[in-house]
Nanobody, 124 residues
Framework: QVELVESGGGLVQAGGSLRLSCAAS????????MAWFRQTPGKEREFVAT????????HYEDSVKGRFSISRDNAQNSVYLQMNNLRPEDTATYYC?????????????????WGQGTQVTVSS
């Protein structure tokens, strides 16, 4: 069992940066595929980025490629999302998620663990 807690959200102007962190507790973090998703009211939760077990493999949703960077530190049981050049359309609640079944989870149904979410608001 893994518990996830996100931090680092906030209010930022368009073009600014934020770094989200996700701290994991529990055993076996190094064998859990990790990802970030986001959701706005009335919409489905959508994939943002995923990172494999060792951190060497990553995959991004097209609209964030070149602006966001996902990484993980297995020694610290943490995963990060560096978000640069933020746009108003990036405004959402961001969720950290983990999967015991998929090294690179890209769908909500792939994930077994979820954090509580952290709000990111980008003003124009």
């Amino acid at each position: 069992q893994v518990e996830l807690v996100e931090s680092g959200g906030g209010l930022v102007q368009a073009g600014g940066s934020l770094r989200l962190s996700c701290a994991a507790s529990g055993r076996g973090f190094g064998s859990v595929g990790m990802a970030w998703f986001r959701q706005t009211p009335g919409k489905e939760r959508e994939f943002v980025a995923t990172v494999g077990w060792t951190g060497s493999i990553t995959h991004y949703e097209d609209s964030v490629k070149g602006r966001f960077s996902i990484s993980r530190d297995n020694a610290q049981n943490s995963v990060y999302l560096q978000m640069n050049n933020l746009r108003p359309e990036d405004t959402a609640t961001y969720y950290c998620a983990g999967s015991e079944r998929y090294q690179l989870p890209i769908e909500p149904v792939h994930c077994d663990y979820w954090g509580q979410g952290t709000q990111v608001t980008v003003s124009s």
